[in-house]
C-alpha cells in the first residue's frame, strides 16, 4: 500500500506570493491533518479535513487554508507570503470514526517552503 | 490544553547501549493516547510506539519500551541495543481518545536530538 505522498518536496516562494501544497492520503483514508514544523515552534496543528469539511483547525491566521476533495486529496493554500511562513509542511492521514480513534497518523515526508 | 513537555533537546548513547528519553505532559483527561515518533534526515515521522492510557501494561516494540506513569504523567522511552540507524530527532506526542473533531489532533512535545557513537 503507497503511503502518504506530499508534493513538491522543496518550493521556494518570494514575500507576498501565494503557495499550494498538496498531499494523497494512504488509499482507504478518509482524514487528512497538516502540521509545521519550525525550530522554534515544533510541530504544529494546521487543520484536519474529514468528508470534505474542515474538522477542527490550529491557531493559524486565516493565510492558511485547505480544502479536501472527494477522492480524500487534500491540498493547502497560504496567502501572502511571510517570511516566518517558512517551515516543513506536513501531511498526515488516518482512518476516522470512534473504531479507529487510536490509529496512530501516518505522515508523508513534508514539502520545504522556504520564503525568501 | 494538553501540553507535552521534552526537557531534554539532545542525547548520546553508545551503539549497543540503552537510552531512556523522557517526555511529561499535561491533561485533564482520562482516556487518551500517547506516541512516540521517530523523525531521521528524511524527515517522514515514522511511528515508534504507542500507549493506551486505560492500559497499564506498557507498551513493547522489539527494542523499544515505554515507561508510562499515568499518575506522574509521565511517558519515557527506552531504545536498548541502540543501533546507527537509531539516531534521528523523537517527538513524544499526545492524542485524546475523545471522538471529535476538537480532539483529533496530535500534540507533540519540542522532541529531542539523538545521536549515536559507533
Known amino acids: 500500500k503507497a503511503g502518504v505522498t506530499q508534493t513538491p518536496r522543496y518550493l521556494i516562494k518570494t514575500r507576498g506570493q501565494q503557495v499550494t501544497l498538496s498531499c494523497s492520503p494512504i488509499s482507504g483514508h478518509r482524514s487528512v491533518s497538516w502540521y509545521q514544523q519550525t525550530p522554534g515552534q515544533g510541530l504544529q496543528f494546521l487543520f484536519e479535513?474529514?468528508?470534505?469539511?474542515?474538522?477542527n483547525k490550529g491557531n493559524f491566521p486565516g493565510r492558511f487554508s485547505g480544502r479536501q476533495f472527494s477522492n480524500s486529496r487534500s491540498e493547502m493554500n497560504v496567502s501572502t507570503l511571510e517570511l516566518g511562513d517558512s517551515a516543513l509542511y506536513l501531511c498526515a492521514s488516518s482512518p476516522r470514526g470512534r473504531a479507529a480513534s487510536n490509529s496512530p497518523l501516518h505522515f508523508g515526508n513534508g514539502t520545504r517552503l522556504t520564503v525568501t | 490544553a494538553q501540553t507535552v513537555t521534552q526537557s531534554q533537546p539532545e542525547m548520546s548513547v553508545q551503539e549497543a547501549e540503552t537510552v531512556t528519553l523522557s517526555c511529561t505532559y499535561d491533561t485533564s483527561e482520562s482516556d487518551y493516547y500517547l506516541f512516540w515518533y521517530k523523525q531521521p534526515p528524511s524527515r517522514q515521522m515514522i511511528l515508534v510506539i504507542r500507549?493506551?492510557?486505560?492500559?497499564?501494561q506498557n507498551a513493547t516494540e522489539n527494542r523499544f519500551s515505554v515507561n508510562f506513569q499515568k499518575a506522574a504523567k509521565s511517558f519515557s522511552l527506552k531504545i536498548s541495543d541502540s543501533q546507527l540507524g537509531d539516531a534521528a530527532m523523537y517527538f513524544c506526542a499526545y492524542r485524546s481518545a475523545l471522538v471529535s473533531g476538537a480532539n483529533s489532533k496530535l500534540t507533540f512535545g519540542k522532541g529531542i536530538t539523538l545521536s549515536v557513537r559507533p
Open positions: 500507549q493506551e492510557a486505560y492500559k497499564q
Open positions: 479535513y474529514f468528508s470534505e469539511t474542515q474538522r
